[in-house]
């Protein structure tokens, strides 16, 4: 018979909390300092949506049309707040700052959910899962150059995670009627037009594995507050539609990017592609043929991720893809898909190679994670080192020159990239 090893007591586990949330900070510290200088164009739609409502026009691009051109409503609060204390300077640091910050909770905190998770509940092996999960994310580089981008994905990344840790039945919080989890997914909701249908996906998966009563409704109540609060908003503030503009505007797709091309490479590539993806469902067979001592079966808790994770992968088969660098779509999911992807690692290696030898492989894992992701790293750092050029000698020597020298408060400019040049041109009308 197979002898299981017992779970160290949570107190030897909290000990070593700390260093496990640190370890998956190192990459990611290491890809941010490579992608620092990047923000996005569109990142600068948000900060004009941002300052127009902060000088008291209303959150508008233009004064008088009435159209939701952002997908961060809670970014763009957040934002205008800022321009009153610190002026418009402060908004591509600041939201440089929340969305670098919004990743690194992603990736430090699960450790914590490995903890509830993982083979060997409450051990060190949790903690391990959760560390190399964290780690996988880091080293894709995909989620710094997201983190440095100045929209709102590492910030919905963070809010998504936050949401995950707090709920009731993973036994982090302790007060009744506490409804954290569900004031983390309202401001996810708020942060992400598909913050509400992930939420769904999440609290079906709850009540599917157990969960009845209070506890159900009392995360869903904020939830549902802010949903119906928002829509109600663009509702009546904007063009009567209950999504942004941008949904319809870039809804179907980007190019010749096809759903299943942006899957693969934005939400498996992560995880050694396709293989790695294999090599996890094999590990949850052995480990349900093998029952609970390979840690399957802790469904109350890992089902809800699992569905947010699968769910939050395939949206491009529903949004279509995206133009931006860095799988923009799937990079806010990848935190609960790694935690996923995992534990069905740990249960095969556990099974034929012990729990120590399962431990060093997966550090393996992440070092071969690292160097498969050098070729597209090197080429996103090129490639975005020269759009930062072209921003500088480019929109920004356009937006000086349109200000200085050829329009004047109230006069109207065609553009294409229109974020920039609108950010450093307040008062210029922007077709």
């Not at 083979?119 to 780690?135: E, F, H, K, M």
């Not at 998504?160 to 996810?188: K, N, P, Y």
């Not at 069905?344 to 034929?352: D, E, I, K, Q, V």
């Not at 750092?381 to 020298?405: C, I, Q, T």
Request: net charge positive.
């Amino acid at each position: 018979m197979r002898q299981v090893r017992t779970a160290r007591p949570m107190s030897d586990v909290s000990k070593l909390l700390g260093i496990a949330a640190l370890l998956p900070l190192v990459p990611l510290a290491v890809g941010v300092s490579l992608y620092f200088g990047h923000v996005n164009d569109d990142a600068f739609i948000t900060y004009r949506y941002s300052q127009a409502l902060a000088t008291g026009q209303g959150p508008y691009f233009n004064p008088g049309e009435a159209v939701e051109g952002y997908t961060n409503f809670l970014l763009m609060l957040i934002l205008s707040g800022v321009h009153v204390i610190a002026g418009a300077a402060a908004l591509p640091w600041v939201s440089k700052v929340i969305g670098i910050g919004g990743m690194g909770v992603a990736v430090a905190a699960l450790p914590r959910i490995g903890v509830r998770v993982a083979p060997g509940n409450a051990s060190v092996q949790g903690l391990w899962v959760g560390a190399v999960a964290g780690c996988l994310v880091a080293v894709f580089p995909g989620v710094t150059v997201n983190a440095t981008s100045g929209l709102e994905t590492g910030l919905y990344a963070g809010l998504t995670v936050a949401a995950l840790i707090c709920a009731r039945d993973a036994g982090l919080l302790r007060c009744r009627f506490a409804t954290t989890s569900g004031c983390f997914w309202a401001a996810a909701v708020i942060t992400r037009p598909e913050g509400a249908l992930i939420f769904a996906v999440w609290w079906v998966a709850r009540v599917a594995s157990g969960l009845r009563g209070w506890r159900a409704i009392a995360d869903a109540v904020p939830v549902v507050t802010a949903f119906i609060g928002l829509t109600l908003f663009r509702y009546f503030v904007y063009d009567g539609e209950l999504l942004p503009n941008t949904w319809y505007a870039k809804g179907g797709g980007y190019l010749g990017l096809t759903p299943g091309v942006y899957v693969v490479n934005g939400a498996m590539a992560p995880f050694l592609g396709p293989i790695g993806v294999a090599f996890s469902l094999v590990g949850y067979g052995v480990g349900f043929s093998r029952g609970r001592a390979l840690g399957i079966g802790y469904g109350r808790t890992l089902v809800p991720i699992a569905a947010v994770g699968l769910v939050g992968a395939a949206l491009p088969f529903i949004t279509g893809s995206d133009w931006m660098p860095g799988w923009r779509f799937s990079v806010p999911y990848l935190p609960a898909l790694a935690i996923v992807i995992v534990v069905g690692w740990m249960a095969l290696l556990r099974s034929f190679l012990g729990d120590r030898l399962a431990t060093a492989a997966l550090l393996v894992v992440v070092l071969v994670a690292a160097i498969a992701h050098h070729p597209e790293r090197v080429e996103l750092k090129e490639r975005l080192d020269l759009r930062a050029k072209g921003y500088v000698s480019g929109h920004g020597a356009l937006a000086e020159w349109l200000g200085e020298e050829a329009l004047h408060a109230g006069d109207t400019v065609a553009l294409m990239d229109i974020g920039i040049v609108g950010y450093r041109n307040p008062d210029v009308r922007i077709l």
